[in-house]
């Protein structure tokens, strides 16, 4: 079964402070993601990578950087926290390619940005 | 833009009926179309999914049917038991094989009482 474990479950931050969402998948899968989600908007992507030092902009990127460093490892960085950015983050990752299309979620991080 | 809509938000059925779950979208070139399940506090997990090349595709107790012509597309879970509770999220994609062009619909909440 494939793994995607993210870090920390729960945050809670201070508007303008920094935080960096992590999350490290066992799956060896080239494509990783991040979305948002949040109560009447479903899932929201934010950014994407296709392999480690790829970091592509999803639809939701404002305010939001990402690194991924290795093939395991996706991190989400807000530079400076703003309260709009309150939700469940969920990180994925996917073989990619027709037929390949499955994704795998982490169990997501609850953010609350006062 | 394009977009996906799930026209039940909340589903409730007696254990051992069925529940049926609708989904619409808007992009002809949709070609891709996966059902992924939520549990309380949990990440998403994929459960079935279908291309455009059919029209109906059955996996154990689910069933999911295509209708290219309505741009519809629905799961049926048969039989359902109360682990089937949870929410179920629609989606559709016209890059086959790129996950970073799926449209989520917004959920269904799915209760099966005993």
């Known amino acids: 079964e494939a793994a995607v474990t993210q870090s920390p479950r729960n945050k809670v931050a201070v508007t303008g402070g920094k935080v960096t969402l992590s999350c490290n998948q066992t799956n060896n899968h080239n494509n990783m993601y991040w979305y948002r989600q949040d109560t009447g908007h479903g899932l929201r992507l934010i950014h994407y990578?296709?392999?480690?030092?790829?970091?592509e902009k999803g639809d939701i990127p404002d305010g939001y950087k990402a690194s991924r460093p290795s093939q395991e490892n996706f991190s989400l960085i807000l530079e400076l926290a703003t309260p709009s950015q309150t939700s469940v983050y969920f990180c994925?990752?996917?073989?990619?390619?027709?037929?390949?299309?499955?994704?795998?979620f982490g169990s997501g991080t609850r953010l609350t940005v006062l | 833009g394009e977009k996906v809509e799930q026209h039940e938000s909340t589903l409730s059925v007696r254990e051992g009926d069925s529940a049926v779950i609708n989904c619409t979208y808007t992009?002809?070139?949709?070609?891709?179309f996966p059902w992924y399940k939520q549990e309380a506090g949990k990440g998403l997990h994929f459960v079935i999914d279908?291309?455009?090349n059919v029209d109906r595709k059955q996996s154990q107790r689910l069933i999911v049917l295509l209708d290219k012509k309505a741009k519809r597309f629905s799961l049926h879970i048969t039989a359902t038991q109360p682990e089937d509770s949870a929410i179920y999220f629609c989606?559709?994609?016209?890059?086959?094989?790129?996950?970073?062009?799926?449209?989520w619909g917004l959920g269904t909440s799915l209760v099966v009482n005993p």
């Open positions: 279908i291309r455009s």
């Open positions: 994925a990752s996917g073989l990619g390619g027709a037929g390949a299309e499955t994704l795998y």
């Open positions: 989606a559709a994609s016209r890059g086959v094989g790129d996950n970073s062009k799926l449209i």
């Open positions: 992009d002809t070139a949709s070609s891709y």
């Open positions: 990578s296709y392999g480690a030092g790829s970091t």
